[in-house]
């Protein structure tokens, strides 16, 4: 008898979607962002200036300013 081992992802982001609000203007920032991380992974998130890499870094750690808003998803 083989027993399978389960592993539970130590960060998991589910459909990360946030806006950044500033008066009466909203604007899209990110959109159904997903990824798993297991125990010794790594990942590397590339792209162009802009592209929101901070933004997905500082929502995974609580570190948005106000103004932003998650519109879907989990962290």
Avoid at 37 to 65: C, D, F, M, Q
Wanted: proline share 4%; aromatic share 2%; charged share 15%.
């Amino acid at each position: 008898m083989t027993v399978e081992h389960v592993t539970t992802p130590l960060l998991r982001v589910e459909n990360l979607g946030l806006r950044h609000v500033a008066g009466s203007a909203t604007t899209p920032i990110l959109s159904d962002v997903s990824f798993e991380l297991g125990r010794g992974e790594i990942l590397g998130i590339i792209g162009e200036s802009g592209a929101g890499k901070s933004t997905v870094g500082n929502a995974i750690l609580g570190l948005l300013s106000p103004e932003f808003q998650q519109t879907s998803g989990t962290i």
